[in-house]
């Protein structure tokens, strides 16, 4: 294969690998947002304490994070053909990836969420603010920074869900990578797909930190 046919396979890869993950990203957040701000809210420590529903999304999100991506993958299968009408191409892919990154996402903004200071939800709640005004107004501004770290973290882990997708005809660079450099023994093919998603990661990774530099108010000050 000519270095321009290279070059030109690993672009319409790369195209379609960020397609994958950007879609899915933002799919998953917005489940994966509320979700995490229920965990955190309905928790023994938060503002609308309710165990038995923190007990049940708690278990939910936990199983579904139990399961490795490649059998929820095909696990899935059934479910990505009746929602879609095929199971193969990079949109039939962003169905698995969302459901494998929501739970995951769920938890950081959990996680996220427990950062912020205590004494400025007591505050808000001292000035009589509902629990609707303190998670928009108080909790995920102050969580912003941790919240655009797990964004970054998040694409990174879906890119690697995206490339073994490649082994299902998910298209992106992971299928480029396993169809020429696992069944055809095309070694450059195989390290130049790995070179490309080391860049795609590193550029969106600083991204993701100029941002938080931008918005963190410590930092500022």
């Known amino acids: 294969m000519e270095f321009s046919q290279i070059v030109a396979l690993l672009w319409k890869g790369s195209l379609e690998s960020i397609y994958m993950i950007i879609v899915s990203t933002v799919c998953s957040y917005i489940v994966g947002i509320p979700l995490g701000v229920l965990l955190f809210i309905t928790d023994k420590n938060g503002i609308c304490r309710c165990r038995p529903v923190n007990l049940i999304l708690g278990i939910i999100v936990n199983l579904t994070r139990s399961i490795p991506f490649i059998i929820l993958l095909i696990a899935i299968l059934p479910f990505t053909r009746a929602l879609l009408g ?114 795609i990661v590193q550029v969106f990774q600083e991204l993701g930190m100029f941002i938080v530099n931008k918005t963190d108010k410590r930092i500022r000050n």
């Open 86 to 199: 095929t199971t193969i191409g990079t949109t039939a892919t962003i169905v698995p990836l969302v459901v494998a990154a929501i739970p995951f996402i769920a938890r950081m903004v959990e996680s996220s969420l427990k950062e912020v200071d205590p004494g400025v939800i007591e505050a808000a709640q001292a000035m009589g603010s509902s629990p609707m005004q303190i998670i928009v107004k108080v909790l995920l501004p102050e969580a912003r920074p941790s919240l655009i770290v797990g964004c970054t973290i998040a694409f990174t882990t879906l890119l690697g869900y995206s490339a073994m997708a490649g082994f299902t005809g998910g298209g992106g660079l992971g299928a480029i990578a396993i169809n020429y450099g696992y069944y055809r023994y095309q070694s450059d093919i195989m390290w130049a797909t790995v070179f490309v998603l080391v860049i």
